[in-house]
Nanobody
């Protein structure tokens, strides 16, 4: 069992930066593929970024490539999402999730989810 708690969301102006954190409780954090997803009002939840078990591979949706960076600290059971050059269209609730599969893109394969942290980007 893994519990995930996100933090770091807030209100930021366009062009600004935020760093989201996801604290994981439980054991064997380094055995999980981790992902970041987001859901904007009226939209379905979508994949944002994924990171392999020991952080050697990252994956990003096209709209955030070059702006967002996912990283993880397995020693401290923590996942991060650094978001630079934020745009109003990045406004959403951001969720971290854990999967015991290698496919980071398929959110149906994620078995543990956090409660989300809200990011609002003003224009």
């Amino acid at each position: 069992q893994v519990q995930l708690v996100e933090s770091g969301g807030g209100l930021v102006q366009a062009g600004g930066s935020l760093r989201l954190s996801c604290d994981a409780s439980g054991r064997f954090f380094n055995t999980y593929t981790m992902g970041w997803f987001r859901q904007a009002p009226g939209n379905e939840r979508e994949f944002v970024a994924g990171i392999s078990r020991i952080g050697q591979r990252n994956y990003y949706t096209d709209s955030v490539k070059g702006r967002f960076t996912a990283s993880r600290d397995n020693a401290n059971n923590r996942l991060y999402l650094k978001m630079n050059n934020l745009k109003p269209e990045d406004t959403a609730v951001y969720y971290c999730a854990a999967s015991n599969r290698d496919n980071v893109l398929n959110q149906d394969l994620y078995i543990y989810w956090g409660q989300g942290t809200k990011v609002t980007v003003s224009s």
